[in-house]
């Protein structure tokens, strides 16, 4: 058998407004879409749905219905829920449909889309935890496999995993990594007992993901023969292609004009037309050969950016700054057992609001401008650390009470 694991990665972050200092003290609404103006997280979050949301599930639920044997696995933030309840509750409806049929898998991660392990491993675990409850209550699973913020991967996470009996976990194929060896098979991280390590060919996701409407690429157009036939080759270095990307590939990183749509409509009956040929999801791929070998991956691996690594959160002053003001007012904040003012506190661990502070160029400064809602890293900054005094005023409110 030869099988593509297709996971999709579903996320929008709650972005914080341009939040100034004079409104610290006189305003706590840091989030609310009428302050917004261009910025606003109910006109993007709606925009996307437009542009990829819908045209996608639709596309990807009439493939369900048609093709009894397709198969795909997706990971779905809190912040991302959060709004798709607010605003688009039919597109839960719709994901809830998917799951129903048994063929799609949802992936765990955590709540707030954030790089909580490396900060505070007991906000890590709790917003994993309320990741969970969230999926069981909207579409009645618990997720078995796991994959962190960003795909930031070592093996002291997976020996968290491990523990707490996963049984997969995902991280990108990184050559430095690999060496001689092929993303194609499944492996186990090292000194882990249980878990299986799934591993992202990168190749072939990016692929789709960022090459397919570039019309410099020697390639270009990418058409469903001639990318079947470099699956079939891969498939020579092992039975297991996982494309994984982002959502918003389809539609909104790669635009409906492109072709996107028409692409992957006519890969997936194209994919099954041969026998040997599935779609199998995350917790399947763990299942469809004993591992191969065991990895180890000592420092973090991510799949952002040409390092592959967590420059592109925690590379310069600003997001340092930033992200340690932020952890360091955790305990108080709990403490308040405020609810309102806890949900802003983990709206604002969300890794958009420390990479929107990158100032990384040559190869990656233009992804990192196009994924940011403000004008420029050193704005962002501003506008956190504002929200940040504020929080800090709203407990000092609260401990003088």
Known sequence: MRAICLYLHIHQPVRYREYSIFDVGN??????????????????????????YYPMLSLLEDSINR????????????????????????????????????????????????????????????????????IKTLFGVTPQVFRNTEFAYNDQLAKWADEAGYKGILAEGWDKILGWRSPN???????????????????????????FSNRSWGEWPLTVPKYQRWVDDDCLRGPLINLFMDFETFGEHQWKDTGIFDFM?????????????????????????????????????????????????????????????????????????????IRDWRYLTTSDHPYSMCTKYWHDGDVHAYFSAYASPYESFMYFENVLRDLDYRLEIKNHR
Not at 28 to 51: L, T, W
Not at 83 to 91: G, K
Not at 188 to 208: F, T
Not at 305 to 319: F, V
Request: aromatic residues 12%; proline residues 4%; contains cysteine.
């Open 67 to 134: 093709y009894p044997s397709f198969k795909f696995s997706l990971s779905i933030t809190g912040t991302w829920l959060d709004q798709a309840e607010r605003w688009t509750p039919e597109l839960i409806a719709q994901i809830r449909r998917l799951v129903d049929t048994g063929r799609v898998e949802i992936v765990s991660e955590t709540y707030y889309h954030s790089l909580a392990f490396f900060s505070n491993l007991e906000e890590f675990n709790e917003q994993v935890k309320l990741h969970t409850e969230k």
């Open 265 to 341: 409509r006519n890969l997936i009956p194209s994919w099954l037309s041969e026998y040997e040929n599935k779609f199998i999801t995350v917790s399947e791929a763990c299942e469809l050969e004993p591992p191969v070998d065991a990895i180890s991956m000592p420092e973090t691996v991510t799949w952002a950016d040409t390092e592959r690594d967590l420059s592109a959160w925690a590379s310069n002053a600003m997001q340092n700054s930033a992200m340690s003001d932020l952890y360091n007012m955790r305990d108080s904040v709990l403490a308040t057992d405020d609810l309102e003012l």
């Open 27 to 52: 305003d706590h609404h840091y989030f609310d879409d009428d302050y917004y103006g261009r910025q606003s997280n109910e006109r993007i979050f709606k925009k996307v749905a437009d542009k990829s």
């Open 185 to 211: 098979h499944v492996y186990q991280p090292i000194g882990c007992k249980n878990i299986k390590l799934l591993l992202k060919n990168y190749r072939l996701s990016d692929d789709i993901a960022f090459r």
